[in-house]
């Protein structure tokens, strides 16, 4: 469970964040939506500490994010980017592991998970593992950033608009994904985006944030019925 409890935020000429307080249960796929400039990334980013609020907490499993140690916490948050971020001259089987690798897991049980998260997500590991990122379509990369986050098994994932620079077609694909990730695993999950009708198709509850405020919270039902 992760709770915000009145998370301020105050930047030098603005305020991003005004007094939120929202709870996400375990195991939501959690979908915070709104205008550019709302402040969706700003709290997204609370979570993992890229953020620190100007005042208020976030309870993570009853935890504050900011009591514990930086690194223990970002190795239980995956956390997924509209760039995917690969880095360009490692293989695709490097880039996924480059958090195993770091965790000290052995290499052959890297190439394993790293392989059966290829083929979860469509990339026949065959063909793809051996890639660079170059040789990857936006919708593979995504892909392939997906299995990074997941790689460590982590209990919370965040996305930030991962899927709002791919082409229709490629987006409800990823979006099916997605879900279907979700229903596998039932990992928390975080999900930024502007596009409302994104919000509605994923979302199990979502908050609609607006000038850094919670405007409202409840499931896509709730929130298309709402007056
Ligand atoms: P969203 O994700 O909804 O587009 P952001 O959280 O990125 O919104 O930004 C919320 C507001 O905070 C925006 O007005 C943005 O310009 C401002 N902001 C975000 N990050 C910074 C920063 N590092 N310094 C100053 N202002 C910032
Ligand atoms: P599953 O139960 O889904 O097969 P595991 O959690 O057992 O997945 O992980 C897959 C493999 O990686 C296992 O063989 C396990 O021993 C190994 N493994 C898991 N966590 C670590 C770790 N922190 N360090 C080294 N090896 C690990």
């Not at 929202?22 to 979908?31: A, D, G, I, R």
């Not at 309870?59 to 509209?82: E, F, P, S």
């Not at 279907?180 to 994923?202: C, S, W």
Request: charged fraction near 20%; proline fraction near 5%; aromatic fraction near 4%.
């Amino acid at each position: 469970m992760i709770e915000f409890q009145h998370i301020q935020k105050d930047y030098e000429n603005e305020t991003a964040l005004q007094d939120l307080s929202l709870t996400v249960q375990s195991h939501e796929l959690f979908v915070l939506v709104g205008p550019s400039g709302s402040g969706k990334t700003t709290l997204l980013k609370t979570v993992n500490r890229l953020v620190v609020p100007t005042s208020g907490q976030v309870l993570l499993d009853g935890q504050d994010v900011a009591a514990g140690n930086l690194q223990t916490l970002r190795q239980h948050i995956g956390y997924v980017l509209q760039s995917s971020a690969l880095f360009p001259n490692m293989t695709v089987q490097q880039n996924a592991g480059v958090q195993l690798e770091a965790l000290g897991w052995p290499k052959d049980k890297i190439a394993a998970r790293v392989r059966e998260l290829l083929a979860r997500v469509d990339l026949d590991p065959a063909i793809y593992a051996g890639r660079m990122p170059a040789e990857l379509s936006g919708g593979e990369a995504q892909r392939v950033g997906i299995v990074r986050a997941l790689a460590g098994k982590p209990n919370l994932i965040l996305m930030d608009e991962p899927f709002s620079a791919l082409d229709p077609v490629s987006k409800r694909q990823l979006q099916d994904l997605i879900l279907k990730l979700h229903a596998e695993t039932h990992t928390t999950v975080i999900f930024v985006t502007h596009d409302m009708q994104e919000a509605v198709r994923l979302a199990d509850r979502l908050a609609v944030i607006h000038a850094g405020q919670l405007q409202q919270v409840g499931t896509p039902e709730e929130i298309l019925q709402a007056p």
